[in-house]
């Protein structure tokens, strides 16, 4: 199933999309605002498809403004930098990779967090923050959506703790990841983290073959697929979750391919009024564009 959250007038909810209709999800009873999908997820886990209930109206999604799936996770959105050899090789020959330490491929993944508050919708505009960095740039991601949390999940384990799949665009200020050695601030600027355009339940798409594309105006940046992933999604779920608890919602990124803007020579940064599209088999489209 596809799931959106949007915005109907002045107010919000989540809802379930078939073709290009929108159906309301009934929240009543699970705790939670008519737009949390989140608490969906969270009953999900013990009571399986059954807790979407739907209620009128139904509306055509061009009537509707969709909004980020997941708005506030509870925490951090875990990322993993440098998930794809290419990409490696390129972060890696950029000059702006300050923390490798001269080595070509990582050993470990290599895992930071976003804040919730850098999370924006589809169609919602990428702020350039002018005067704060001059070296904006793009990272098309695939994000797992974790239902079941746990401790210690095993590699064999992990497919079971997959709730479902979303996009997202690891938007980087590549000039503060390589000032401040971290980066953490470089990627988590206010706008910095758009989502959507819907979640996916994980039974109707193979996280083992997706192909993941970014275009920008147009053209065609990135494409991969995550076969070709140096750390895998039961890898990234085993290794996360060895000490950290994971709960229903968290939000796990997955790494970028080859193709980002540090990748050209001369680099090929974002400039207000680029469209940034990032899309994936099943996922639909994610659009922003940088804002003024
Ligand atoms: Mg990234």
């Given at each position: 199933?596809r799931?959106v959250?949007?915005?109907h007038g002045?107010?919000?909810?989540?809802g379930?999309?078939e073709?290009?209709?929108v159906q309301r999800?009934?929240t009543?009873?699970l705790g939670?605002?008519?737009?949390?999908?989140?608490?969906?997820i969270?009953?999900?886990e013990d009571s399986?498809?059954?807790v979407?209930?739907?209620?009128?109206?139904?509306?055509q999604?061009?009537d509707v403004r969709?909004?980020?799936p997941?708005?506030?996770?509870?925490?951090?959105?875990?990322c993993?930098g440098?998930n794809?050899?290419?990409h490696?090789?390129?972060?890696a020959?950029?000059?702006?990779?300050v923390t490798?330490?001269g080595?070509?491929l990582?050993?470990h993944?290599?895992v930071f967090t976003k804040?919730?508050?850098?999370i924006?919708?589809?169609g919602d505009?990428?702020?350039?923050?002018?005067g704060?960095?001059?070296?904006?740039?793009y990272?098309a991601?695939?994000a797992?959506i974790i239902?079941?949390?746990?401790?210690?999940i095993s590699?064999d384990a992990?497919w079971?703790?997959v709730?479902?799949?979303?996009?997202?665009n690891d938007?980087t200020?590549?000039?503060?990841q390589?000032q401040?050695?971290?980066w953490?601030?470089?990627?988590?600027?206010?706008?910095?983290?758009?989502?959507?355009p819907w979640?996916?339940?994980?039974?109707?798409v193979?996280?083992t073959?997706?192909?993941?594309e970014?275009?920008?105006?147009?053209?065609l940046r990135?494409r991969?697929?995550?076969?070709?992933?140096i750390?895998d999604?039961?890898?990234?779920?085993?290794?996360l979750?060895a000490?950290?608890?994971l709960q229903?919602?968290?939000?796990?990124?997955t790494g970028?391919?080859?193709g980002?803007?540090i990748?050209?020579?001369?680099s090929?940064?974002l400039v207000?009024g680029?469209?940034?599209?990032?899309?994936a088999?099943?996922?639909?489209s994610?659009v922003?564009e940088?804002g003024?």
């Amino acid at each position: 199933m596809r799931f959106v959250r949007y915005r109907h007038g002045d107010r919000k909810f989540a809802g379930v999309l078939e073709g290009e209709h929108v159906q309301r999800l009934d929240t009543t009873g699970l705790g939670g605002t008519a737009d949390d999908l989140l608490a969906v997820i969270r009953v999900w886990e013990d009571s399986g498809p059954s807790v979407v209930r739907t209620i009128e109206p139904t509306l055509q999604l061009e009537d509707v403004r969709l909004l980020a799936p997941i708005a506030d996770p509870g925490r951090n959105i875990f990322c993993v930098g440098k998930n794809y050899r290419e990409h490696a090789d390129e972060f890696a020959g950029s000059g702006f990779d300050v923390t490798s330490r001269g080595e070509s491929l990582p050993s470990h993944p290599v895992v930071f967090t976003k804040p919730a508050s850098s999370i924006i919708g589809p169609g919602d505009r990428i702020d350039p923050h002018p005067g704060l960095t001059s070296a904006l740039d793009y990272e098309a991601e695939i994000a797992v959506i974790i239902g079941h949390g746990g401790r210690g999940i095993s590699t064999d384990a992990a497919w079971r703790h997959v709730w479902g799949y979303t996009l997202l665009n690891d938007v980087t200020a590549r000039d503060l990841q390589q000032q401040h050695r971290q980066w953490f601030i470089g990627k988590s600027l206010d706008t910095f983290c758009p989502m959507g355009p819907w979640a996916v339940s994980a039974d109707e798409v193979d996280g083992t073959d997706l192909t993941i594309e970014s275009h920008v105006n147009g053209e065609l940046r990135q494409r991969a697929n995550t076969r070709d992933l140096i750390f895998d999604i039961p890898t990234l779920i085993s290794t996360l979750s060895a000490g950290i608890t994971l709960q229903a919602g968290d939000i796990v990124a997955t790494g970028t391919p080859a193709g980002v803007g540090i990748g050209y020579d001369p680099s090929r940064f974002l400039v207000p009024g680029d469209v940034v599209s990032v899309s994936a088999t099943g996922l639909g489209s994610l659009v922003n564009e940088v804002g003024a």
